[in-house]
T-cell receptor, first 116, second 110 residues
Framework: DSGVTQTPKHLITATGQRVTLRCSPR?????VYWYQQSLDQGLQFLIQ???????AKGNILERFSAQQFPDLHSELNLSSLELGDSALYFC???????????????FGPGTRLLVL | GQNIDQPTEMTATEGAIVQINCTYQ??????LFWYQQHAGEAPTFLSY????GLEEKGRFSSFLSRSKGYSYLLLKELQMKDSASYLC???????????FGAGTRLFVKA
């Protein structure tokens, strides 16, 4: 158990819909990362937040957005869903000290999204 | 770009040694991670290298050459449970993004 929690574990929805994925980082971690992993694909970095502010942005679609709240939990919002958005969405957290070298990321169990 | 290259698949025999290579673009390099991921599960941290050389941790070792943009993960005394994907990830300055390779799927056979 990494200490990172994600809800829901599974999500089935239809095209055009909007969903929200939730992540709670490990206690004390300030950074939260979101990744998408499609079938047989590598991890695609979406976005990172540090202490409530966006820190780095990857290949995140405009239909997707995220935020990190004062209690440090984070939400990833996916809208106008398409079939191709079906994937595992992982959240990871790290201590996230600015300039720190070893920002080891601890991954949550993931949310499996299926768009029908 | 910041391409990270690693072999797609490898097969090895139980009890043997296997080396999984990773090459990356060196510009802006800040550190390199190796993660293990079993199918359908979350990646788990194996090792971190920021200086040149070999870091040994039990049956797993990781090597880094910053000038060559090259790393490898060495797995000794392979066990069936080592069958998994091994992800090489590089952290870069300028936003401190961590870029993951596509992973190497390792099959350990009896």
């Amino acid at each position: 158990d990494s200490g990172v929690t994600q809800t829901p574990k599974h999500l089935i929805t239809a095209t055009g819909q909007r969903v929200t994925l939730r992540c709670s980082p490990r206690s004390g971690d300030l950074s939260v990362y979101w990744y998408q992993q499609s079938l047989d694909q590598g991890l695609q970095f979406l976005i990172q937040y540090y202490n409530g502010e966006e820190r780095a942005k990857g290949n995140i679609l405009e239909r997707f957005s995220a935020q990190q709240f004062p209690d440090l939990h984070s939400e990833l919002n996916l809208s106008s869903l398409e079939l191709g958005d079906s994937a595992l969405y992982f959240c990871a957290s790290s201590v996230g000290l600015a300039g720190d070298n070893q920002e080891t990321q601890y991954f949550g169990p993931g949310t499996r999204l299926l768009v029908l | 770009g910041q391409n990270i290259d690693q072999p797609t698949e490898m097969t090895a025999t139980e009890g043997a040694i296997v080396q999984i290579n990773c090459t990356y673009q060196t510009s802006g390099f800040n550190g390199l991670f190796w993660y293990q991921q079993h199918a359908g599960e979350a990646p788990t941290f194996l090792s971190y290298n920021v200086l040149d050389g070999l870091e040994e941790k039990g049956r797993f070792s990781s090597f880094l050459s910053r000038s060559k943009g090259y790393s490898y993960l060495l797995l000794k005394e392979l066990q069936m449970k080592d069958s998994a994907s091994y992800l090489c990830a590089v952290r870069y300055y300028g936003g401190f993004k961590t870029i993951f390779g596509a992973g190497t799927r390792l099959f350990v056979k009896a």
